[in-house]
Every structure is written in C-alpha cells, then in structure tokens.
C-alpha cells in the first residue's frame, strides 16, 4: 500500500486531467468516470451501513470487567489474558498483556514463545512466580469461555488472590508480599 497507493492517485489523477483537457467528449468521458468511482465507494458506505457487527457478548459484562479495572489497577500493570483480539482488559481499560493476539505477534515480527512458555508455567505452577516476576506481571484475567481461553484456578496459592468474579470473568491479582 505505500508504493502502490501513490503510484496509482498519480497515475489515474494524470489520466484523468488529460483525459478532461480532449474537448467535450474527454469531459463528460472524465465526469461519467468520477461519478462511476465515487458511486462505488457510496454503496461500499451504503452497504456498511446494514451490516451490525457484535464485539463483544453483552451478557458477558465486558464494561463492567474494564470499569472494574480502571477503577481498581494502575495504569502500567500488566495483565496475562487469553488471545482474544477484543479483550476487554485491552480494548476497552487500556491495559498492557503480556502476550494477546498471535496474529499481531507474527504480523509485528515478535517471538511469543518465552511469554506462551511463562503463561504455562502459570496455569500448571501458579505459586511458581520467578519468571512472571520477570515479566512484571501483575494480575491474570481467566476467562473460562471456549479453548483459547485462559483457565487459571490458584486453588491454595499463597501468590495468587482473586479479586473480582463476574460472568466468565475472574481476576487474580499476585501478592507480592506473599512467600512460597
């Protein structure tokens, strides 16, 4: 797109002042043409207009997990979430993941397998921290919610205390005051 782009602005923009400088036949040739562009362009409005795209499921409460977390984390924590692209702890509180959407990864050129490996030792060794540590890591946000969700259950974790429950919703925030 950023060559070719430009290349054609340029190239159909100088057909068409040529065109529109051959007498009255270029001009309504050109005009005819503008207007045939510009029409397509209004059905593609047109037809964007009928189609209604859900993002999120509203019973699964996603304003109230942000508000929850707007109000209750800082700006600058990080949170282990799944890998879904709208995740409301990203898209709508703003907050930082460790790891997200693999398709960003890849399309960005970034390697996620140390992140995937930690979240890992996560789910299977929820009170063995060191790595997550390294991360920063401050909460994990479990969504029980189909296979690529992240379930994470710290049952008698002396790092991990749950702080909020809602729908398929829970969040763990880690004590770092806590010892093993």
């Not at 379930?151 to 991990?160: L, Y």
Request: hydrophobic share 40%; net charge positive; with cysteine.
């Amino acid at each position: 797109n950023a060559a070719w782009m430009p290349l054609v602005l340029a190239g159909v923009s100088n057909y068409l002042s040529r065109l529109f400088k051959a007498g009255k036949i270029g001009k309504v040739l050109c005009l005819l043409l503008m207007i045939s562009s510009c029409f397509s362009g209004f059905l593609g409005v047109q037809m964007t207009y009928r189609e209604v795209y859900q993002v999120w499921n509203w019973s699964d409460y996603p304003m109230e997990v942000a508000d929850f977390v707007i109000q209750n984390t800082e700006p600058k924590s990080i949170f282990v979430t799944d890998e879904w692209h709208a995740h409301p702890i990203m898209t709508l509180a703003g907050r930082q993941t460790v790891l997200g959407y693999p398709g960003w990864l890849v399309s960005h050129g970034l390697d996620g397998g140390k992140r995937s490996q930690m979240i890992q030792n996560l789910i299977y060794f929820p009170d063995n921290t060191e790595t997550s540590d390294a991360f920063g890591v401050d909460y994990i946000c479990a969504r029980g919610r189909g296979s690529s969700s992240l379930h994470f259950h710290p049952r008698d974790s002396n790092k991990w205390k749950r702080i909020f429950s809602m729908g398929e919703y829970k969040i763990f925030k880690r004590d770092r005051n806590a010892t093993a």
